[in-house]
């Protein structure tokens, strides 16, 4: 129902609360109420509101909106505009990025919804949205039953989009970017790359003319406390427990070790990350019989999912991360991985186009084997203690042990950086620990200080 029956309040402000200006206006006799977290914002907002009365527009007589603003209140639900989203940034990101937008979509939506009545299981709803809804090329395609009447089910009782502009519904999807499934706190780096999702996701319904500001621009939140993501010092590996590690894998598995000595002292050596290693050449390499060597890295092939390559392979072609597609990043490594990578190639030889790594047929090696064999080769190297502990638990700490050997070795953190393929502040922040079994280094520096 229209009414021409509105009376504007004065702004009033409470003594305490996140968002204690407070905007009401009355409606053929209905008092509506809306609350912001700045003078500005709450100002901005009733002056529209007085500006539409001016103009001589009805206002609706259940949700206390001019005309104007009820087309928007109205219009898009979130849940149609994140998939329409999905489908704009598909042909235009990787399969990683893909993965990101979904994940944290699928983690939004459940807490953008009217109401919980007849919701499916969490669960349910979860695998639906991440793996159907926000996968543009599975949408369509033949659906579990529960799944569709999941998707049936949060598509009406989604939002409108609109409503997004609201304290209580932002803070709530920026909460939700806050958390991991568990409702612990989610890992600096995770809430960021979420929100980073989140924010793009608004700034495009702003661009369709969805909504009339970026609800995030300028919003007085603070993000709850979130989990350390820093290197746990008792993960890094000493050089020594390297070189154990490295000989353990030639002992675990006959046929399958040999072949990934190689792999796993390119992660430790030359801090290259799983995916770089897999899609290295002999053509990047440069191996002199003595001293010094150095790789030209320039691709990846990071483990996507058959699921989120146009290809429909696990592996995406790819450059280097954070980079432009044909940049390359030149690593220094010692006579050690040098006299390593050349005895792999005597051995093992490359394959057609010059990779040096793959499987005894000639495959793409594939995270599941090499993670198993780490597994195996960290019970022989590693004491009972040791093995049970997070010491070099996952491959990817050999990358972690190198950054770390450099750091601690003094070389300044410009040029590990460089070598490392990350910006300063994410090594300082992240990498820059202490290698396990060196603490007596430190121990006699300050003794000497003393002294």
Request: positive net charge; aromatic residues 8%.
């Amino acid at each position: 129902m229209k009414t021409y029956n509105v009376r504007f309040w004065k702004i009033s402000k409470k003594k305490s609360g996140t968002a204690p200006y407070l905007v009401r206006w009355v409606v053929d006799g209905t008092v509506f109420p809306r609350h912001f977290t700045t003078m500005a914002l709450a100002d901005s907002f009733r002056s529209e509101l007085m500006q539409a009365a001016r103009r001589g527009e009805a206002f609706d007589t259940e949700t206390g909106l001019p005309e104007s603003m009820t087309r928007f209140k109205n219009g898009v639900t979130w849940f149609e505009h994140a998939c329409e989203y999905v489908d704009s940034r598909w042909d235009k990101v990787s399969g990683k990025q893909r993965i990101s937008i979904a994940e944290t979509l699928t983690a939004v939506t459940p807490a953008l919804v009217r109401d919980k009545r007849g919701a499916p299981e969490p669960a349910v709803l979860r695998a639906a949205l991440y793996r159907w809804a926000f996968n543009k090329q599975r949408r369509e395609s033949e659906k579990p039953a529960e799944v569709a009447a999941a998707l049936k089910w949060v598509t009406k009782a989604s939002v409108p989009l609109a409503d997004l502009s609201e304290y209580d519904v932002i803070t709530a999807a920026l909460e939700c970017c806050a958390s991991r499934l568990d409702g612990k706190a989610a890992a600096p780096g995770y809430f960021s790359r979420r929100r980073r999702v989140l924010y793009n996701v608004l700034k495009y319904a702003v661009t369709k003319k969805r909504l009339r500001e970026h609800p995030i621009d300028g919003l007085d939140w603070k993000a709850p406390e979130t989990a350390c993501e820093e290197v746990d010092p008792a993960t890094v590996a000493s050089p020594a427990q390297v070189r154990e590690l490295l000989t353990a894998v030639s002992y675990s598995g006959w046929r399958r070790g040999p072949r990934l000595v190689a792999f796993y002292a390119c992660m430790y050596y030359a801090m290259m990350r799983p995916g770089e290693v897999i899609a290295l050449r002999e053509q990047d390499c440069d191996l002199p019989e003595r001293g010094w060597g150095r790789l030209m890295l320039g691709s990846s092939r990071p483990t996507v999912g058959t699921e989120w390559t146009d290809d429909g392979q696990v592996q995406e072609d790819r450059g280097l991360k954070g980079r432009p597609r044909k940049a390359k990043r030149p690593v220094p490594i010692p006579p050690e991985l040098v006299a390593i990578l050349r005895g792999h190639i005597a051995r093992y030889g490359t394959a057609p186009d010059g990779r040096l790594f793959r499987t005894e047929r000639g495959g793409v090696l594939q995270a599941s084997a090499y993670a198993r064999t780490w597994k195996a080769a960290r019970r022989l190297a590693l004491t009972p203690a040791q093995a049970e502990s997070e010491l070099a638990r996952r491959p990817y700490d050999l990358r972690h042990a190198g950054v770390s050997l450099r750091l601690n070795a003094g070389i300044p953190a410009t040029q590990v950086a460089e070598w490392a393929g990350h910006s300063v502040e994410v090594l300082l922040k992240i990498y820059a620990k202490c290698v396990d079994g060196h603490d007596h280094v430190w121990h006699s520096m300050v003794d000497n200080a003393l002294r």
